[in-house]
């Protein structure tokens, strides 16, 4: 299983980017996918997750803001995230979860946001 995250980048306050990350997988029924972000000394923290039959989740600080989606073939996850604030300056990673007899998770690499005040 692969994940690519991309779409990182130096961005103004109020400004908007969306993140894809694509996955590459050759089994396993899929369970949901989701980003994490995590800012420098500080913990990974959930931003959103959307399960296998598109329920969403996000956190309570991107809520309004941030939207979660994947295209039809489930592989891509995006992340679309609009008014951004100096706070949402964190590396994004992207994750998915699959059923493979237990429940695994794996990781993409992390992609940086940078939001400029």
């Known amino acids: 299983v692969q994940l690519q995250a991309s779409g990182g980048g130096l961005v103004q306050a109020g400004g908007s980017l969306k993140l894809p990350c694509a996955v590459s997988?050759?089994?396993?029924?899929?369970?949901?996918m989701g980003w994490y972000r995590q800012a420098p000394g500080k913990q990974r923290d959930l931003v959103a997750r959307?399960?296998?039959?598109?329920?969403?989740v996000y956190a309570d600080s991107v809520k309004g803001r941030f939207t979660i989606s994947t295209d039809n073939a489930k592989t891509t996850v995006y992340l679309q995230m609009n008014s951004l604030k100096p706070e949402d300056t964190s590396v994004y990673y992207c994750y998915i979860d699959l059923r493979r007899g237990a429940i695994i998770r794996y990781w993409g690499q992390g992609t940086l946001v940078t939001v400029s005040s």
């Open positions: 959307i399960s296998s039959g598109g329920a969403t």
């Open positions: 997988k050759n089994s396993g029924s899929l369970v949901a």
